[in-house]
């Protein structure tokens, strides 16, 4: 559970980071539209940089399937198991 | 009898697609042609949309996140045997890995657009390098010599980018990631993340002239080869860092110029020296706004200011001609104009030889006005204005039979419609949005 919630930080703190807004308001249910200036575009640079700081590589078909942070931290977290 | 509509939905690349396809004379005679922006207030979606939607045969219908339930909404009135056309808009972000936000924006007031420099052409590492103490300059020689390879997946980005497009693509009826991930190389398609330039629109409109069945004609063929001659939409573009040119083998990056709204066109490293240092003509705006209430002498100060802050901008230039001419200050307004002419060189347009052509005749250059006339008839055969002012300096200097063709010329210009601009100049109406800015500053 601890790494779980290590995993879901450190995205969340990517996305904050991106983003430029608070850490505190990304949840695990925080979609696009909860998050200001995140949409279609930029989320091509939150792939990058949650690829660049969490060092994985995650498939692109999945990727782009995530609807929310927690969906994100979880393909991550699959990524790094195989 | 009304026509049947054609309507384009969505952001500014649906608006060029209805003016490129309102120049088929084969379509207009059979259709009303209506843009439609997905941001549309509703009170325009009454007055200009509702009649047209119950005899809709075409939707294009671009899918934008923040226009969906506009969309969704529009979807549900057409008719049973309207032709609904979904299409994704098209972004490509792989030359731009620099993205980022810029609290400076906040710290000054701006008139248009909401920001002086929109995030796409910010630039985290020289932020970066601002936030650890390097003053601007240093920050940006330290961009400059930095080695982007070492510290970007250039391919990574861009395949992203790809998957992207061609994921939000995916079960739609127009498809333009293939023709991208094809030319992205070898054409500029576009001129920032967001604003694809007249190659992409010539594919789109293809697609879409397909759909609605018009068979090939010379004249689709000459607008959809017109198309791609077009610079593009939008105020500014992002400069391309060398190294990411050289990376993917742009071969038409060598020594662009990027345009930064009316501030002027820069290269790259102009461009990163003016963003470190955060520089922005804020004067030129202001004057703007002036000369909107009518307050002229004030806005001529903000645009000699402006000028001198700018030299090298030609929209300064020729709003301070504009306006020197008015104020009577003839020689600071051709002074300007020269200025401009030789800063614009081989790409000065027609407008800018009328105003040389106006200027000279209100000094009594006769000769120098019908030759700028000439100048602006050569880039542009039917300026009415242009055959008007090479009429009179022919005439002026004696010459009355040909200043007596050009007036002939004129009159039948002038009997003629309105010629429309295939596409609207994206820099003029851009200018829209700071016209709406509230003087009560001033």
Known sequence: MALVDAIFESVARVVASTFHCDPAIVRVDSEASDIDGWDSLSHVYLIMA?????????????????????ELAALVRKVRAS | MLKPSIIFFGNCHMGVARNALGRIGELTDHFELIFFRHDSHPSLWNAEIEPALDRCAFFFGQVNSDG??????????????????????????????????????????????????PKYLCNRFILDFIRRGDSPELACRRFLE?????????????????????????????????????????????????????????????????????????????????????RGVGPYEVPIHPQVAEHFGLNWAGGLRYRHFHEGDFSHAEFAERYARFEFGY????????????????????FTEAARVNPRSRYIARTFANLAFELGKVEEAMAALDRTVIEEGETADAELWVAVAQGSLAIGAHSLCEGA??????????????????????????????????????????????????IEDSGAEFGRHWMNWDDAGF
């Not at chain 2, 309207?82 to 810029?102: E, G, I, K």
């Not at chain 2, 004067?283 to 903000?302: C, I, S």
């Not at chain 2, 242009?386 to 009997?415: D, I, K, T, V």
């Open chain 2, 146 to 230: 930095m080695d982007i390879r070492s510290v970007v997946d250039l391919d990574r980005l861009h395949e992203i980018s790809i998957a992207q497009l061609r994921g939000l693509e995916r079960e739609k009826d127009i498809t333009l990631s293939g023709f991208i991930a094809d030319n992205f190389a070898s054409r500029r398609l576009f001129l920032m993340p967001l604003h694809p330039t007249g190659h992409v629109f010539s594919e789109m409109c293809r697609q879409m002239i397909n759909i609605i069945g018009l068979q090939p004609s010379a004249a689709i063929a000459q607008l959809l080869g017109d198309l791609q001659q077009f």
């Open chain 2, 373 to 422: 006339a000439g100048r602006a008839i050569a880039l542009q055969a039917d300026s009415i204005e242009a055959w008007r002012l090479r009429s009179l300096g022919l005439g002026l200097q004696g010459q009355r039979n040909e200043a007596n063709l050009a007036a002939r010329r004129y009159q039948w210009l002038r009997s003629q419609p309105t010629l429309r601009p295939l």
């Open chain 2, 283 to 302: 004067g030129y705006y202001q004057g703007l706004q002036l000369l909107r209430v009518g307050r002229k002498v004030e806005a001529f100060e903000r």
């Open chain 1, 50 to 70: 949650v690829e660049h700081e969490l060092k994985v590589k995650l498939p692109l078909s999945d990727v782009m399937e995530c609807a929310n942070v927690g």
């Open chain 2, 68 to 117: 969906t339930e506009l969309r969704e909404a529009v979807l549900k009135r057409l008719p049973a045997a309207c032709r609904t056309v979904a299409l994704a808009p098209s972004f490509l972000n792989s030359f731009w890995p620099f993205v980022t936000h810029d609290d400076r924006n906040n710290l000054h007031p701006t008139p248009l657009l909401g920001e002086s420099y």
